[in-house]
């Protein structure tokens, strides 16, 4: 398991940090410890960022620290009780745990996070004591590679003997609140038997998906059956994708009223949810690609929303970098290289807002048989006439024919 599936999936605030004490990962239980976004923390010395001290205010968190020390020789550290500076400056009781990567995984190059040397828990000692933690809802992680996470603990649903019941709950959680009929889940699974035996079938997979999540500690009956329908409790469960969409809708609230930090921090835990496409390893099933194609497109809408954000903060560096991740989802996507090039205008570089124009001048071309829309050629030949240069092809020169 890589560093970035524990601090992402972690229950408590997660970090993660290279063999240099730079933080490689970060989750948003840290951000709303600390408040700190992982823009601000990412690359920055753990030391530096959290200014830990022992309880008689000795330092903790430093250079070669001797936390460092025990993650180089591979051994866990802890500090039960101490204190960190948040990031408005004032103090806060914390105990802190970890987990020491294995070797291998740091020498590994197949990810951002592969150089993780140590995931880090953090867990607000005021909030451990002052008021009891609210019992943990089962969490189901459907933006990318689905998985589950109960009381903190991730389960193995790869090992479930009844492959069926993951289906099933995936199932259930694409119709997240709406009751779904047994005869509908019955030809769903089962076609080719008749309803009897198909309907057995479906009580043995019930009963089974329901000891998994009890074993795992989770009491409640998540999935209830009401009359001959079977539904997924929304109140007894988080899922990412509710909570994306949740974290969009709120931005664009704010993005509207002109509140652009405030609507970059949803944004930017939206995006943090988003780890990958809608039930990714689903990719050819029918019933959850509407739901993909949704949130796929909320996705992109977020990420519009973000660019727009940075540059209206005069972040073009950054509204430029979101646009590129945009375009890395959706390469045919005319609006993102239109303004793209407008905040290269901005950043100074015209001579890269005309070769972005080439680019999305060839793809459209040669993988679409199509031309630029007119709001892109006309933006590209005002950036001609203010800044020079000369179109790369004839065709690329007719504007408004």
């Not at 690359?43 to 530096?48: E, F, L, T, V």
């Not at 330092?59 to 001797?66: D, I, N, Q, R």
């Not at 030809?187 to 043995?204: M, N, S, Y």
């Not at 409640?220 to 509710?242: C, F, H, P």
Request: proline content about 3%; charged content about 30%.
């Amino acid at each position: 398991m890589d560093a970035r599936y524990l601090v992402d999936y972690a229950s408590d605030a997660a970090f993660a940090i290279d063999d240099e004490q730079k933080i490689i990962a970060w989750n948003y239980g840290a951000r709303r410890l600390m408040e700190y976004t992982r823009r601000e923390v990412l690359g920055r010395h753990c030391w530096d960022v959290f200014q830990a001290v022992c309880p008689d205010g000795e330092p903790l968190c430093v250079p070669g620290c001797e936390g460092a020390m025990c993650f180089k020789q591979s051994r866990a550290f802890a500090a039960p009780s101490c204190r960190m500076r948040h990031k408005d400056g004032a103090w806060i009781p914390v105990n802190f745990a970890s987990i020491v990567m294995p070797k291998r995984a740091r020498t590994s190059d197949t990810s951002d996070t592969a150089a993780a040397v140590a995931v880090i828990f953090l867990r607000s000692e005021s909030e451990k004591h002052d008021r009891p933690l609210p019992e943990q809802k089962l969490q189901i992680f459907t933006l990318g590679r689905f998985g589950l996470v109960a009381k903190g603990h991730g389960l193995s649903i790869e090992k479930w003997e009844r492959k069926q019941a993951v289906t099933l709950l995936k199932f259930l959680v694409a119709h997240l609140g709406r009751p779904v009929h047994r005869e509908t889940l019955s030809e769903f699974f089962w076609p080719e038997i008749d309803g009897e035996r198909a309907w057995k079938r479906l009580k043995v997979t019930v009963h089974f998906l329901r000891q998994q999540l009890r074993a795992a500690g989770i009491d409640e009956n998540i999935v209830e059956t009401v009359d001959k329908t079977y539904a997924l409790r929304r109140d007894a469960v988080w899922v990412d994708s509710v909570a994306f969409e949740r974290c969009v809708a709120e931005g664009a609230v704010l993005q509207r009223r002109q509140q652009w930090d405030k609507a970059l921090l949803c944004y930017e835990d939206a995006q943090h949810l988003y780890r990958s496409d809608y039930m990714e390893e689903d990719i050819y099933a029918d019933w959850c690609a509407a739901e993909r194609e949704q949130l796929h497109e909320i996705y992109l809408e977020m990420l519009a929303g973000m660019a727009e954000c940075h540059a209206q903060n005069s972040h073009y560096a950054e509204a430029v970098q979101v646009c590129r991740t945009a375009l890395v989802r959706d390469p045919y996507r005319e609006s993102f290289h239109r303004t793209l090039m407008e905040y290269l205008i901005l950043l100074g570089r015209a001579d890269w807002a005309l070769a972005q124009y080439h680019r999305c001048y060839r793809l459209l071309g040669d993988e679409l048989g199509v031309e630029p829309m007119r709001e892109t050629q006309r933006l590209y030949r005002q950036i001609l006439e203010s800044h020079g240069g000369a179109p790369v092809r004839k065709q690329a020169d007719r504007h408004d024919e």
